[in-house]
């Protein structure tokens, strides 16, 4: 099973993307499903969830800006992101998962964010 995002890209402040995340086996719509951010010199932070059922949760910083989403027959989920901030830069990884927050998962290699001031 692969997991891919895509989607990343450079752009000025105020802005707005639209990242995937793709995965190759229908285990996504039985799963939860997690974008994490992470930038340079920084851990992993969790910026939005989803459940398998749709509900979503979102960190203080985003909320808002950024909204996820998902396409269980497409086994693809989404972030939108708008009003894109420089703190927002870094690489975001989507992970699969059977819980938000709960052990193991499968994680993406990540697509690269870079907003400017």
């Known amino acids: 099973v692969q997991v891919v995002e895509s989607g990343g890209g450079f752009l000025q402040a105020g802005g707005s993307l639209r990242l995937s995340c793709t995965v190759s086996?229908?285990?996504?719509?039985?799963?939860?499903m997690g974008w994490y951010r992470q930038a340079p010199g920084t851990q992993r932070d969790l910026v939005a969830a989803?459940?398998?059922?749709?509900?979503?949760t979102y960190a203080d910083s985003v909320k808002g800006r950024f909204t996820i989403s998902r396409d269980n027959a497409k086994n693809t989920g989404y972030l939108q992101m708008n009003s894109l901030k420089p703190e927002d830069t870094g690489v975001y990884y989507c992970?699969?998962?059977?819980?938000?927050?709960?052990?193991?998962?499968?994680w993406g290699l990540g697509t690269q964010v870079t907003v400017s001031s």
């Open positions: 992970k699969i998962v059977a819980s938000v927050g709960g052990p193991g998962g499968l």
């Open positions: 989803i459940t398998r059922d749709g509900t979503t």
């Open positions: 086996s229908s285990i996504f719509s039985v799963n939860a």
